[in-house]
């Protein structure tokens, strides 16, 4: 059994590894980054022209009571909203196409003034996914995992999460300050 692993491991690509992991761990990241998603729903709102008026989160449980990272998680936060129908689906849209992954699940509009007006107010729930590393990778005596065909082909339509993803962070305008937050990638 540990021959055969051996022989598997030595055909991998550590190049190959390393890409496989950025891309992945930027559509579902190892912990909540509230600036990154602050910075990615302010882009796409911007370069949809709808107005962000204010924007309330709500980061979850953090760790189960034994203290232990929960499996899975979310960040979830509602934002208040200033634009057209139109704009709004596009706003939508995006969300759901921009790494790291996020959905919208809730949509609801204010009644103030004019109803017929172009311009509507409302929030919309937005939750962003995160996915914090295994501590334990494999047992010794468990079968290497392999990708399936189709866990190749999602691999594959990543890549265009983390192309949108750059797109609006570059709306945004940070200046020359360099913004240091979170931890450092162990592994690289």
């Given at each position: 059994m540990l021959d055969q692993k051996a022989k598997a491991l030595e055909k991998l690509s550590l190049d190959n590894l390393q890409s496989d992991y950025q891309l992945v761990s930027s559509v579902l990241p190892q912990e909540k980054d509230f600036f990154l998603v602050l910075s990615l729903v302010k882009g796409v709102f911007q370069a949809n022209q709808v107005s962000l008026i204010s924007f309330d989160v709500n980061p979850g449980v953090v760790s189960t009571?034994?203290?232990k990272m929960a499996q899975g998680g979310q960040m979830d936060f509602t934002v208040a909203f200033k634009g057209s129908l139109e704009n709004l689906v596009n706003v939508i849209r995006t969300i759901h196409s921009v790494a790291p992954l996020m959905s919208v699940s809730d949509l609801s509009f204010l009644a103030k003034g004019d109803v017929y007006s172009e311009e509507k107010e409302g929030t919309l729930k937005i939750t962003a996914y995160f996915l914090p590393q295994e501590k334990t990778v494999i047992k010794l005596e468990s079968p290497l995992p392999s990708l399936s065909q189709k866990e190749i082909e999602l691999k594959?339509?990543?890549?265009?999460?983390?192309?949108?993803q750059a797109e609006f962070l570059a709306v945004q305008n940070f200046g020359e300050e360099n913004v240091i937050l979170g931890k450092e990638d162990p592994f690289f």
């Open positions: 009571a034994s203290g594959r339509s990543l890549q265009a999460y983390i192309d949108k």
